[in-house]
């Protein structure tokens, strides 16, 4: 699911999600998840949705984003790790 094939759309697959989504977050720093996804479906429309949390775990497990339930926000932890 990572690995785009030669069909796969990059602006959506869960690489250009996730790049979308750092970039939001290293002009903004935190966004809540509403905020985030929301800004995604107008940016690439409604067929983001599909890979968005995919793409924000991947951001998590690369240690990227930190979520913190309780305000419902994601964080930036480092631009550079």
Excluded: C, W
């Amino acid at each position: 699911m990572i690995k785009p094939t030669k069909y796969t759309n990059i602006d959506l697959s869960i690489l250009g999600l996730s790049s979308e989504i750092l970039r939001l977050l290293i002009v903004d720093g935190s966004l809540k998840y509403n905020q985030i996804l929301g800004k995604i479906i107008h940016k690439k429309g409604e067929e983001a949705k599909e890979n968005f949390l995919l793409a924000l775990s991947f951001l998590f497990l690369l240690g990227k984003v930190d979520y913190y339930p309780e305000e419902d926000v994601i964080i930036l932890t480092s631009v550079n790790k």
